[in-house]
């Protein structure tokens, strides 16, 4: 092609056109910065697609950490309420002082800890990637404020939880229940004397405290994560409509 056009050139000197060979020489240049213009705006598309590629698999890949999330919040939550209902049946025995076999367990489950198993593997990668990859300002706002401050308040609230939940353990539990038996699915303590306990202002002060502390966590912390979690999901659904269109 290129010969062609030098061809057309030579030939436009050697009989004295030169009016017509700036008129081809203007064409010419014409065609190859059209040429490069629509060489760039390919390139510059394939870039935006890949880009586009990258930023829906993102958001896809959080969604997904935030569904699993969100289960493993729902069941501490009830985790949490069923530590409240044991409370207050642990109190009632010890004020009536009378014993079941079901008081043993609920016993062990006041104490167990709770934690949140959660996964921010793909917000990590989307920082080492650049935070900028979700074009959305309103959504990557929404997200960077989910993980780097939801999550880890609530991952600092939950730790002084059990914190008070391991001193009980290791400073109240043994003068007062004999040692644990672990079952296949459950952990059991047997009080060494109900009748005791009633008077024990240490043991039901620990008990109420931790009934105190589930319910706040539970009704407070637990519900409000989740609500930010399911308003950055809808975010993200909402978004990952949009970019579908394209």
Do not use: C
């Not at 697609?49 to 950490?65: G, P, T």
């Amino acid at each position: 092609m290129i010969k062609f056009f030098r061809k057309i050139r030579q030939k436009l000197l050697s009989e004295n056109k030169f009016s017509k060979y700036i008129t081809y020489a203007i064409r010419e240049i014409l065609l190859v910065v059209i040429g490069i213009l629509i060489a760039v705006n390919i390139n510059n598309w394939n870039e935006e697609q890949k880009k586009l590629k990258e930023e829906i698999e993102i958001l896809n890949s959080i969604k997904i950490e935030l569904e699993k999330d969100k289960e493993d919040l729902l069941f501490n939550s009830k985790d949490l309420s069923d530590r409240v209902r044991f409370s207050n049946n642990i109190l009632n025995a010890i004020e009536t002082k009378k014993s079941y076999d079901s008081l043993y367990f609920q016993l062990g489950r006041v104490s167990i800890y709770t934690s949140f198993v959660h996964s921010n593997s793909t917000f990590e990668t989307l920082k080492a990637r650049g935070i900028t990859l979700i074009r959305n300002k309103k959504l990557r706002d929404m997200i960077i404020y989910v993980y780097d401050a939801q999550y880890k308040f609530y991952i600092s609230e939950e730790e002084k939880i059990n914190q008070y939940s391991d001193y009980g353990i290791r400073e109240i539990y043994p003068t007062r229940l004999e040692e644990y038996m672990s079952g296949s699915s459950q952990w059991e303590v047997k009080p060494l004397s109900l009748e005791s306990l009633k008077d024990d202002r240490e043991f039901i002060y620990f008990i109420k405290t931790q009934k105190n502390k589930s319910h706040l966590f539970s009704v407070l912390w637990t519900n409000r994560l989740l609500r930010y979690i399911d308003e950055l999901l809808k975010s993200i659904d909402l978004e990952l409509q949009r970019l579908e269109v394209y």
